[in-house]
Nanobody
Framework: QVQLVESGGGLVQPGGSLRLSCAAS????????MAWYRQAPGKERELVAA???????NYADSVKGRFTVSRDNAKNTVYLQMNSLKPEDTAVYYC??????????????WGQGTQVTVSS
């Protein structure tokens, strides 16, 4: 089984920055697509940013130009650099990974979530 451990959330003032990390551990052949989602109170979970193993990225319109997703394949870790944070970015942020097993089977794994609060 694969575990995703997130870190880096917290309280920040509007205009500030945070960097989230998500490390995958366990037994697997490789980690393919990785992504960050978020869920605000009373709202559905939404995709924030995604990155393929080869480094192709995709962003929600609401975060383009402010957030940057990156990954270190050697460490099986994905990062989310969040700049110019706004109160509407407040949410629980979840890491998502597509895991490829040694037998060729793929499945999704979610992290436990990390709270990001943007408030003065």
């Amino acid at each position: 089984q694969v575990q995703l451990v997130e870190s880096g959330g917290g309280l920040v003032q509007p205009g500030g920055s945070l960097r989230l990390s998500c490390a995958a551990s366990g037994t697997f052949f490789s980690i393919n697509n990785m992504a960050w989602y978020r869920q605000a109170p009373g709202k559905e979970r939404e995709l924030v940013a995604a990155i393929t193993r080869g480094g192709i990225t995709n962003y929600a319109d609401s975060v383009k130009g402010r957030f940057t997703v990156s990954r270190d394949n050697a460490k099986n870790t994905v990062y989310l650099q969040m700049n110019s944070l706004k109160p509407e970015d407040t949410a629980v942020y979840y890491c998502n990974a597509v895991v490829l097993t040694t037998s060729g089977y793929q499945y999704e794994r979610w992290g436990q979530g990390t709270q990001v609060t943007v408030s003065s």
